[in-house]
């Protein structure tokens, strides 16, 4: 899958917060920032709807239209 590539500008003290934490878990900025955001768009319950059809397929053991 092809990744959406944006500028986002950060606050600098919020970037190096991001990157010590993204240090302590072996990850990229990027990766880490991109973690975050799926965790919270999870939370709020607003995953893409292709998401959350995988997510039912998985649990019904039934195949979506992709495959």
Do not use: C
């Not at 919020?14 to 920032?33: F, G, K, P, Q």
Request: hydrophobic residues 35%; without cysteine; aromatic residues 6%.
């Amino acid at each position: 899958m092809r990744k959406k590539q944006f500028p986002l500008r950060l606050d600098p003290d919020l970037y190096d917060a991001l990157a010590r934490w993204a240090a302590d878990e072996l990850r990229s900025v990027n990766a880490h920032i991109e973690f975050l955001l799926k965790e919270a768009v999870k939370r709020a319950g607003r995953e893409p709807k292709k998401a959350v059809r995988k997510k039912e397929t998985m649990h019904t053991g039934e195949q979506d239209a992709d495959g």
